[in-house]
């Protein structure tokens, strides 16, 4: 087997063990580091120029990528992007610079060092935050690859409590890892709320808070000129039909979202304050 065809089979990185075993000739390999588009980046490690570089780590220190690693391989919903490497290593060996998770209860993928989607998403739920576990979760419950169901069996005992409970905020359908991260801080801060609620002549609207109130999510195509109408358009018939329209941004969910709550019970506190005076 040519050498540059069977690493792009493996996602650019290999063993030279496993190419030996795909029938990739000994002579290729040793001269692979003389190839163009070919480099050995650790002893007994052949990547493609170019693979990702986490790929040759993973191999290096003799594991297989998890949790946040493993992220953007399954193409999950990330809020902080990061360097560190998250690895489950058979020795479990502690390495520097690597955050090690000691097990995994299914086979990695085949052909490419990163774990079983079932293990990156519970690793992620037992060692992350619940914003940015949750976001992981929702978006692959969202496609249909994963139940929380499934992913719940998988976490029993108290050890596990937190993570459950982070299973509890996910829903069947979520749009954006918007929709789960504000509906996570309304749970949190006790705002009764409803999700993807259709109203007459309005269309579907992202929450609808306390009967009154509906709050909007913006991500980067409500800022087309079509769209920015049609959502003032909808706000208007909203607000015509008795409702306050309250819009966020990704910055707000994201990065201020204590901001957004204050907001939120603001307008309630303000919208029953009204109704009491007008008594």
Known sequence: MDLITALRARGGVAMRRDLLNAGVGAWQLRTAARRGGVVVPYRGVVALAGAPPEFAEAFRYGGVLTCISAAPHYGLWQLHPTTELHLVCGNGL???GVVLHRSASLP???GRPVAA???????????RPPAEAL???????????ITVEFLRRNLPGNRNGRAR????????????LLEPLAAMHFHQAGIAFVQHVELPGVGEVD?????????????????EPRAI???????NTSVAGGFTVLRYFY???????????AEVQAAIRAHYSGLRLNK
């Open 165 to 176: 409970d982070v299973l509890d905020l996910v829903r069947r359908r979520a749009d954006s």
């Open 117 to 127: 989607l079932a293990d990156v998403l519970v690793h992620a739920l037992r060692c």
């Open 135 to 145: 976001v992981m979760v929702q978006c692959a419950v969202a496609r249909g690859d």
């Open 108 to 110: 990695p993928l085949r």
């Open 251 to 261: 910055e707000d969910v994201v990065h201020y979202p204590e901001a957004m709550v």
């Open 229 to 235: 109408k049609r959502d003032r358009r909808r706000d």
């Open 94 to 96: 502690p390495r520097d």
């Open 207 to 223: 929450f609808v808070v306390e009967r009154f109130l509906i709050v909007e999510l913006d991500g980067k195509t409500h800022f």
